[in-house]
């Protein structure tokens, strides 16, 4: 799904002064970058600049492969400033790095471009005598632009609420302030995360990053409200998004938190189905949620959960967590699953109603001979005391199976 390269909060012209003015006196290029190395400004040349610095500007951000680098070094933990090491191999000069913390949260990253791998003292001095104000200035515009993230949360969660008043006035709000038009479609994706080592506050500041790109695509308008490990976006359009662009989609965010986060982390995204505009976002709101519940539950989902894909798990997968437990599971499922060969009948049930009961494709799936098949038929009827003719019963060993691999893939991620 193609996507317009955005800038990510530039900075005010006050801090870009203080940029201007540190560099000058330097005679070095520096930069503020935000926690995820992603461009916020720049100051001019010096004649110091490197391909990663030519193509931060040219596109707002580095590439992926240089902020994992980045990242690597630890410098969202770093006490004090120190040296990012230049990497020929990735067109990377050495940057003198100064943390920029308020109370000790990271607010972002100066820069300072030093080939050598050194500065003077008095270089350094400098730098420590401009970071206070960098810093006062940066938190400022982070909380001019954090008003609007709020008020963005806040009417989000009314226009997903139960109630039909709420949704209607956060709907009018949203049009009224011109944040989204009214499109005649809507869908919903919600991003998780669920551990991770990264420092506080990163992981909100992850995902504002892999999501803010899908605010505005071609094919899509959106808004997106996020915590401290957990996002939404919600997008409306002219035609319905496909389930191709919407996959896409979540590997690009999937991509973005890959680079920004840790291997720690543990991100899933639920994509709720389309609804029709704002009037029925909750729904898919609501879907998403069933989506990311499934792409934590079930590993084959590779941390991505689409509601129009689940199926009968969508049903199920709205159960609660502590009343899901083997209980749950059908009588004459659980005898099956306890018969001498149980593991083998199960997967001759599983292929059998997979295949809507056609003998001939379960046979072939399984690569048996319809007699064995048939052999197995009768001897899950004997066990279950159930008619695979029935609808009825069908219905309640497919549902049974369902529930059974949910409750497998819990079994799986406790013992993990």
């Known amino acids: 799904m193609g996507e317009r390269r955005q800038r990510v909060r530039v900075g005010s012209d006050a801090l870009q002064g203080l940029v201007e003015e540190l560099a000058i006196g330097l005679q070095r290029s520096v930069v503020i970058d935000d926690p995820l190395v992603r461009l916020i400004c720049s100051s001019q040349h010096f004649g110091d600049e490197d391909p990663v610095r030519i193509r931060s500007l040219l596109r707002g951000r580095a590439d992926d492969e240089i902020i994992r680098y980045v990242l690597d070094q630890g410098v969202a933990r770093w006490p004090k400033p120190d040296f990012v090491k230049g990497r020929d191999d990735l067109g990377l000069l050495s940057r003198y790095c100064v943390p920029l913390r308020e109370r000790g949260e990271l607010l972002g990253l100066l820069m300072v471009v030093a080939p050598e791998g050194t500065l003077t003292r008095e270089e350094t001095a400098a730098v420590a005598e401009a970071v206070p104000a960098i810093t006062a200035q940066l938190r400022a515009d982070q909380l001019a632009a954090a008003e609007d993230d709020v008020d963005m949360r806040e ?166 967590d502590h009343v899901l437990s083997p209980s749950l599971l059908p009588k004459p499922l659980r005898l099956l699953l306890e018969s001498a060969g149980g593991q083998r009948l199960e997967e001759t049930l599983r292929a059998f109603l997979e295949h809507a009961g056609s003998v001939p494709r379960t046979a072939e799936a399984l690569q048996i001979h319809r007699t064995s098949l048939y052999y197995r038929l009768r001897q899950i009827q004997e066990i279950t005391g159930l008619d ?23 079994t799986d991620q406790l013992a993990g």
């Open 155 to 320: 009417t989000l969660h009314s226009l997903f609420a139960t109630s039909e008043a709420a949704r209607t006035s956060a709907r009018q709000q949203i049009l009224d302030t011109g944040a989204l038009p009214d499109a005649p479609h809507a869908v919903v994706s919600v991003v998780q995360v669920f551990r991770t080592s990264e420092p506080p506050g990163q992981v909100e500041i992850a995902l504002r990053g892999a999501l803010e790109r899908f605010r505005r695509t071609r094919s899509a308008d959106g808004v997106m409200a996020v915590t401290p490990d957990n996002a939404v976006l919600l997008q409306v359009s002219d035609r319905p998004l496909t389930a191709r662009e919407l996959a896409d989609q979540a590997t690009a965010v999937r991509q973005a938190l890959a680079a920004y986060l840790d291997s720690s982390a543990a991100p899933v995204l639920g994509i709720g189905g389309a609804q029709e505009g704002l009037t029925d976002a909750w729904a898919s709101h609501a879907q998403a949620l069933v989506g990311a519940r499934a792409a934590r539950r079930l590993p084959q989902l590779k941390g991505v959960g689409a509601w129009e894909s689940l199926g009968e798990l969508a049903v199920l997968l709205q159960v609660p």
């Open 388 to 410: 695979l003719d029935s609808g009825g019963d069908r219905l309640v060993l497919h549902l049974g199976l369902r529930l059974h691999e949910l409750l497998q893939a819990q």
